[in-house]
């Protein structure tokens, strides 16, 4: 069964849809065989791999609300490989709509057992809150990737999204584990964003990925490009640094394994 990681944290801006796509991108770069769930209303990821998220006929609302199955709903991107859910507008009102719904937080865990076993890698890309959708997300998958800008005020946030993790493995889904905490935005002219580093290392240690992910204005750049930057500027130092993430995610699973 592929592994599912949900991309997720509370706070908004902190990366989380740039590394939804550029880890699937990097993933399906590779040959391994990706699908990238645009969970978020928003449908950023949708956009940033050059889709129409306007096409309500293929979309993760539809599968999750029972009117398609999931494996109806992909839709091919620039790699054979990778396979896209899209997100579109419907997406906003799905927590509405859920509420009679039970039990709603693991719709999205059922929908995924029919393709599963079609995919080594399934991204979920969560958005910018704890409600329903995104434990949704964190019901149907393995582990969780937290993206963690390199700012003091990243910083308040993360005792949040500790807890939600720790209520949903007490509740619904006790196998959910941390795939890491993923240092996001650094700017190394500044001594803040060094700090912001070194404290998070200290306290959450091995939980912290090796690779840092820098502000970086090509990888700002490629979104509006519908491309993820891999393919927007390959030399980049955000290319390279998602590549070095991707990698570190691959090692972690292999160890894993063994």
Do not use: W
């Not at 069964?1 to 699937?24: D, E, F, H, P, R």
């Not at 906003?92 to 599963?116: H, K, T, Y």
């Not at 995104?134 to 500790?162: H, K, R, W």
Request: aromatic letters at 6%; a negative charge; proline letters at 4%.
């Amino acid at each position: 069964m592929g592994k599912v990681i949900a991309v997720a944290n509370q706070k908004g801006g902190v990366g989380k849809t740039t590394t939804s796509i550029n880890v699937s991108a990097c993933l399906g770069e590779k040959g391994i065989s990706t699908l990238l769930i645009d969970l978020d209303p928003q449908g950023n990821a949708t956009s940033g791999l050059g889709l129409n998220h306007a096409d309500a006929t293929k979309s993760i609302y539809r599968a999750i609300l029972g009117r398609k199955k999931i494996s109806e709903v992909l839709v091919d991107s620039m790699f054979p490989t990778l396979k896209v859910i899209p997100s579109t507008n419907e997406l906003f009102g799905a927590e509405v709509e859920l509420m009679d719904v039970s039990p709603r937080e693991s719709l999205l865990r059922n929908c995924l057992q029919e393709i599963r076993d079609s995919f080594e890698f399934i991204i979920i890309d969560c958005p910018p809150s704890l409600g329903v959708l995104t434990v949704n997300a964190l019901c149907a998958s393995d582990s969780v990737l937290i993206p963690l800008q390199c700012e003091y005020y990243a910083l308040e946030g993360m005792a949040q999204i500790f807890t939600t993790i720790r209520k949903i493995r007490e509740t619904i889904n006790p196998d959910l584990e941390i795939e890491g905490i993923l240092l996001t935005m650094q700017d190394v002219r500044t001594n803040l964003s060094l700090e912001v580093c070194e404290n998070v290392r200290e306290k959450f240690g091995e939980k912290v990925f090796k690779t840092v992910i820098p502000r970086n204005v090509r990888l700002s750049e490629a979104p509006s490009f519908g491309k993820p930057i891999i393919l927007y500027d390959k030399n980049s130092k955000g290319a390279e640094t998602y590549k070095q993430l991707t990698e570190e995610i691959i090692n972690n699973e292999k160890e894993i394994i063994r």
